[in-house]
């Protein structure tokens, strides 16, 4: 079981672990509260309002309590009970309860149910005894306090400022769950409104500022997905858009179809925001990989897509003074009929670059609008049009980049949902620039000795 490199990350995953149970608990509608302390002994307390765990049932193959069972054996499939998503703040793969208490010199386990609060005690993994009931009365809420074993994780105390960052973030994408840090609580209703307002720079210059512009934020449910999307601002080609992601309180750094989903529903109203985050919970998603950093469900896709068309409809008819702006260039360069094309920007929803002849290949774009758009890309002397391709690979994985050749030769590029700028830079050379969030550039060159030509028809 990886819990990540020894250090404060490790010790960091053993708490995320604690605290994502009560999440569950939150969104279960069973809890409102977590709180984290840390002792000077080096124990880490974390407590919260729920339900309680089962340590008055008895638990299979001779164990003491079906609690005790799940504290003891790991499980690679969630415990919780169907009626909610489960959570995992950390960037790794859950490790369940069961390890957390075989890396603690000691671990506590104390939770109310039924009117009863019982107790038992682990030592590195083992219980000291079966659970008792050590008190009566009509309080509710689970008590976990840990000490981990220093030797094991390389740390002692967890990294204070790691510690607060994660619990800030989690209050965040949890509106409405309060989360204690020893004497501080924090708290967000607005959810990624409130987590939006944080990202600007206050460093900017004023015509980059946001605090005194509106704000999209849409959360609910839509089917089996529960939805936090906000966007705030207008990108420039200086600054481009800040994308966050989350899936289940996990964060997707490579992205992946929620984000997807969400741009194609802000390309439909023509904005390309400076700030856009997005939080989906929903159940056993999928991921691409096993580092689990971009999420991949054309299902997802399409509902977000549908979930937030009339949201940000609404939010424009609210603001007419960012509806009624200019539309870019990008866009209404795909109207009309054949064209030279010199420069270019494009938001698309699907891309490919396809070899069409020996010197000759066809770029086919559409639009999240329904605009199809096709350039036709040939040299003028006999010879060959060469095709290269330079590609960060996170940002390849962002925009679902596939490239394909036939005996080592360029055949077909495609993508997913990205920002495309075609230009002609010189006699021999037209460039494409593929960006997707703030992730490097993907470049393509197409070049020839002759005259590359461009032209296109929609």
Known sequence: MYIGDEGASALQHLIDEIVSNAVDQYLRGNASRVDVRIGADGAIEVRDDGAGLALDQPGPGGSDSLATYHLLHPHWTPQAEPAAPHVHLHRLPGIGLAIVNQLSAEFLCRSWRDGACWEQRFVRGEPVAPPRVVARGDERGTLFRFRPIAECLGVALPDAGLLRATLWKTAHLFPGLRIGLDTEVFHAPG????????????????????????????????????????????????????????????????????VDGFRQALASQSWQPAAALIHLTTYDP?????????????????????????????????????????RPASLAATDGGDVDVDDLYVDVVRLSLEKTGAARFCLHLETAAGHVTEIDFWTSRKGRLQVSVAADERASAAMGLVLRKADGEFER????????????????????????????????DLASRGYVKARRRS
């Not at 990202?199 to 004023?206: H, N, R, V």
């Not at 089917?223 to 420039?236: E, H, S, T």
């Not at 580092?291 to 008819?317: G, H, K, M, N, W």
């Not at 990205?418 to 993907?442: A, N, S, Y």
């Open 191 to 258: 959810g990624m409104a409130d987590y939006l307002r944080t990202l600007e720079d206050p460093t900017a210059p004023a015509q980059r500022r946001w605090q005194d512009r509106p704000a999209f934020h849409w959360r609910g449910r839509y089917g089996a997905y529960q939805l936090d999307a906000a966007a705030i601002g207008f990108a420039d080609e200086s600054a481009p858009c800040i994308w966050r992601a989350w899936v289940n309180g996990r964060s997707t750094p490579l992205l992946g179809s929620h």
């Open 286 to 326: 999928p991921f691409a990989g096993p580092c689990r950093d971009r999420y991949v469900s054309d299902e997802a896709r399409a509902v977000i897509r549908t979930a937030l068309a009339a949201p940000l409809e609404a939010f424009f008819q609210l603001h007419p003074d960012i509806g009624n702006r200019p």
């Open 413 to 444: 590029l495609e993508t997913g949902a990205c920002r495309c700028h075609v230009e002609r830079m010189t006699r021999g050379l037209c460039w494409l620039g593929l960006d997707v969030g703030d992730l490097p550039t993907v470049h393509v």
